[in-house]
């Protein structure tokens, strides 16, 4: 079982940034990719960047140059720099993170963050 913490959402005006953390605790034998989803009003749940172990990222095309991912494999937290924010932005974050015990290959989700850009 893996439990996802995620905090740093919150109020920002267009243009402003914010950076949202996921911690990961629990029982695993290792953390495979992670990534960002958020789903805006009314809209579904699209992925916003992934990462893997290594370091890889991937992102959406609307958040390019203005995202960016990362992760710290020494404390099994993921982060999501955002910058230049607009009210398009504006959806609740969820952090995504696929595991493995011994056998299996698992996945977990975050619970949530709400970001919301306004002035």
């Known amino acids: 079982q893996v439990n996802l913490v995620e905090s740093g959402g919150g109020l920002v005006q267009p243009g402003g940034s914010l950076r949202l953390s996921c911690a990961a605790s629990?029982?695993?034998?290792?953390?495979?990719?992670m990534g960002w989803y958020r789903q805006a009003p009314g809209k579904q749940r699209e992925v916003v960047a992934t990462i893997t172990p290594g370091g890889s990222a991937n992102y959406t095309d609307s958040v390019k140059g203005r995202f960016t991912i990362s992760r710290d494999n020494f404390v099994n937290t993921a982060y999501l720099q955002m910058n230049t924010l607009n009210p398009q932005d504006t959806a609740v974050y969820y952090c995504y993170v696929s595991w493995s015990d011994y056998l299996y290959e698992h996945s977990s989700w975050g619970q949530g963050t709400q970001v919301t850009v306004s002035s």
């Open positions: 629990g029982h695993f034998f290792s953390i495979n990719d």
